[in-house]
């Protein structure tokens, strides 16, 4: 079945040319909704958009980050499938038990391409059965973390070397990590280009004063950051207008509501036991924490990708830390608000709306007209018995947290 896919997914890429005759690869991913969420900007005390991508193909912006990625190593391998006589045929190996291993079974699954997932013991079935479903060709467990798996996968499937970490025996096996590569950044800079087609052009609104994000190993955040340092950039070329040119052009330029650039701010989002980033930023250097003390265990990652650190030493980032009790009262108050389920990696940030004074002390010039944008990056690990025991355990965190007084928020009045 996989091969009969794979074939005749190749035969409608071949149809699939652009003008320059390189093959054009379907996405992966969707463009995903930013809607106002009237619940938070009541709790937060300023406008909150929210960008869903737990709408996305996978359940979450993973897809994205990681259908970037195997796009990326498609056409590398048509180009020197071209130049080659020898062709041996993909296979996508992720180590991930979580998201990042859906995301790339489920990409793979689109274009038309075998994926394999080797997940530690500790795996819940239900995450599993998530992936089979979303097509894999195998689920391979091996040991009891992720660092094991991970080098079960690298060193022994696909006998990968420091040297040489993407493609394996045979130049047809290709390694998908979480987080730490450059094409995965570049996929997770297409939520900042949506941002700003859907705020300018279609909300008519300027750059938001911030934007909000989880943060484990540093894929979405690298992703975010990347897409801002490029639309900053893009910025001087829609200032005020050119006098030289064109009147249309002048005209088209006047549209865009980034003039001048201004420097929006980035609050990136981890859960205490959890802080990989928050810690090497205090410290000043990347530290590898000795264990993950956190539920939130998609945020679980010992240690962010170096880019993800040199990023959060720059003035418009701030690493924000919340407790578990708070990720979880973020993902159960949402539900009950927005009607939609994310896990507690991204309830981290929800939370953080429904605390209007800290909120504020991060951003002490926001006013009620301001603009902030929480990426709801989903997660597929949650279910509403999950929610329930969240609600039961953590209730008490959500006495004392929000606007003073209000309780005009739905989810405030189904608070225990």
Known sequence: MADTTRNSKNEKQENEKSKSGKTMHQKPWIKTPLIESAALSKAAGCRVLMKLENLQPAGSFKSRNIGNL????????????????????????????????????????SLGYPSTVIVPHSTKPLMIAKIRTAGATDVIQHGESWAEADRYLREKILGLSESSREEGKGGGGVYVPPFDHPDIWEGGATLVDELVEQMEVEKGLGSPEAIICSVGGGGLFCGIMKGLERERTRAVWFGDGDKNKNEDENKDQSQRKLNPPKQVHVLACETAGAESLHLALKTGELITLPRIDSAATSLGAKRVANQAFEYGQRENVTSVVLSDAEAAMGAWRFADDERMLVEMSCGVCVALCYDARRLKSYLPALTKDSVIVLVVCGGTNVTLEMLAAYRERYGNVEKGVGVEGDRSVPSSLTAP
């Open 70 to 109: 195997l796009v990326g190593a498609i056409e590398k391998h048509h180009e020197a499938a071209s130049a080659s006589a020898s062709q041996s045929n993909l296979h996508f190996y992720s180590s991930s038990g979580g998201n990042a291993g859906l995301a790339c079974v489920t990409a793979a699954t």
